[in-house]
């Protein structure tokens, strides 16, 4: 049985999502105002009590149903991903199936990373006995993008939700009904209303849950967006997760396995038509090895077809920023190893593989989020690390490298790097999620991602009364020198 995911349109404000392939109108969505976007975040405020008080136990027993939910329809989920983003079946799979990992990981982790501790109170306060309490936010709002619409948000979502926050989310226009389908599954699953909310809509509705009584938001789209998001939540200083777009480097130093890295790079920039935050926009070879890499990787490249290997570009305007940073990279005299400027086949793009960019290129400056591909030779590992660091992006790296690579890794700016693979760290739940720079802060997936959605709250009670009566006005002089005298034998 497929999930009823029809709103009620009559009287309200719509929005129609196209087919990307054809560009023929699926369905009509509410494009949520200002108004029912304050309805449902305060629907969602109703319930923070109810599923706050829940044990961990019991929320993970919910969770976990919803997980079990979701592999038992994958198919139906990833159907929907398919016709809403034009990506090939498996990989609308494969996306759902790390979802499920994520949940099933945030719903089992929850207790031992956000249970109450006890810390050390030191010398100084012995008698005292310190503990810390993860308080959850109360309303989370997620705004997710549309180029893995299950995936990206899940890993907001589902930890939100762990650390007994309620949530409300605004998916992508692009992929209304998957939001819907989401929020709908864990209703049926869970057999609870208002937990999980999905409101759909345009920019303005995404503007809307900003500036609503949530307690945090967690974004995750381009970086343009990010600092409107950001400049919003500002003003009632509601924090902010930021997950934004990057423009990732692949370095291949000289004793890397050249068909390994080869056929990983151009997976990295290719898979999901090139459509991935943590996908290779950048690779830099080492001289010694360049001409074999080169080799390989075209070779590789001219089997990769478009609408097989790959989908449409999801969201049609983005064909534009390609073509400018293709033609721009043509005006600088750059060599196409691959494609070129007429790679752009709307609603398609025909992989294209650039030689030598001037680091100073659109193509190498901002995101193409197409399956584009600048190769640039380096003369070291260090000068491969340098002008990867240029970047104003920080978000993900890959290194290929059979004895450098922990070495290299370890000098990137940037929030992951996977070894001699590519997008890994994405696939392993208990690790964190992130960048820095112009790719965001905060972090979702792993403790640090349940970490998002709670407040550390301090909670200090005497054991007993201890001599050193401190914070009182009838304080002893001879306490005030034990204390001085303990301070400097322990640090002077
Ligand atoms: P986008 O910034 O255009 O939109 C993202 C979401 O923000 C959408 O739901 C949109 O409706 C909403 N929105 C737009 N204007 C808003 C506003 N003023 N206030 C609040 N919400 C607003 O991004 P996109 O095109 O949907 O997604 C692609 C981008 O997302 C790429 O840059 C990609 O790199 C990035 N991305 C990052 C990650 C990550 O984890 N770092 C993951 C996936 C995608």
Redesign the pocket.
């Known amino acids: 049985m497929n999930l009823d995911l029809k709103q009620n349109l009559q009287g309200k404000s719509t929005f129609s999502k196209n087919n990307p392939i054809t560009g023929e109108r699926l369905a009509d969505y509410i494009n949520y105002s200002q108004y029912e976007v304050e309805d449902a975040v305060n629907n969602a405020q109703l319930m923070r009590a109810m599923w706050q008080q829940l044990s961990f136990y019991d929320r993970k027993v919910l969770l976990l149903q919803w997980a079990k939910y979701l592999a038992n329809n994958l198919e139906e989920l990833s159907s929907l991903v398919v016709r809403e983003t034009g990506k090939p079946d498996a990989d609308a799979a494969l996306e759902v199936a790390l979802a499920i990992e994520h949940i099933s990981w945030a719903a089992k982790n929850a207790k031992a990373v956000l249970e109450t501790q006890s810390r050390p109170s030191g010398i100084l306060l012995f008698n005292m006995d310190s503990k810390v309490q993860f308080m959850p936010l109360g309303v989370v709002g997620v705004?997710?993008?549309?180029?893995?619409p299950v995936f990206?948000p899940v890993?907001s979502i589902a930890y939100a939700l762990a650390a007994g926050n309620t949530v409300v989310f605004?998916?992508?226009?692009?992929t209304p009904a998957v939001g819907l389908w989401l929020a709908k599954s864990f209703e049926v699953a869970t057999k609870t209303k208002n937990v999980f909310i999905t409101i759909t809509?345009?920019?303005?509705?995404?503007?809307y849950?900003?500036e609503a009584a949530v307690n945090k938001i967690a974004?995750?789209?381009?970086?343009?967006?990010?600092k409107?998001?950001a400049a919003?939540c500002a003003q009632n200083m509601t924090p902010v997760i930021l997950?934004?777009?990057?423009k990732d480097p692949v370095i291949i130093a000289e004793d890397a396995d050249i068909s390994l890295a080869a056929e990983y790079a151009l997976w990295s920039a290719m898979a999901n038509a090139g459509?991935?935050?943590?996908g290779a926009e950048r690779i830099y070879v080492h001289e010694k090895v360049a001409d074999r890499f080169i080799t390989t990787i075209k070779k590789l490249a001219l089997e990769v077809k478009p609408g097989v290997s790959y989908g449409p570009a999801t969201?049609p305007s983005?064909l534009q920023v390609i073509e400018k940073h293709l033609k721009s990279a043509e005006a600088e005299g750059v060599n196409f190893l691959v494609g070129g400027p007429n790679s752009i086949q709307a609603p398609y793009v025909l992989p294209t593989i650039m030689l030598e960019v001037p680091e100073t290129s659109v193509a190498m400056t901002e995101?193409t989020?197409g399956p584009t591909i600048a190769i640039n030779k380096v003369k070291s590992n260090q000068h491969a690390v340098d002008l990867a660091n240029k970047s104003n992006f920080g978000?993900a790296a890959a290194v290929f490298s059979k004895k450098h690579a922990e070495e290299i890794a370890s000098q990137l700016e940037c929030g992951m790097v996977s070894i001699n693979s590519v997008f890994s760290f994405a696939g392993v739940a208990s690790i964190p999620?992130?960048?820095v720079k112009e790719?965001?802060y905060g972090r979702?997936h792993g403790p640090e991602g349940l970490l998002e959605f709670v407040s550390a709250k301090s909670i200090i009670k005497p054991k007993f009364q201890g001599p050193l009566k401190l914070t009182t006005f009838s304080r002893r002089r001879i306490a005030e020198k034990i204390t001085t005298k303990v301070i400097k034998w322990l640090h002077g």
């Open positions: 705004i997710g993008p549309w180029n893995y990206t890993g605004k998916p992508s226009e692009f809509g345009l920019a303005e509705t995404g503007k849950l900003t974004f995750t789209g381009s970086t343009k967006t990010a409107k998001v919003s997950e934004c777009g990057g459509q991935s935050c943590i969201m983005q995101e989020f978000l999620f992130g960048g790719s965001g979702i």
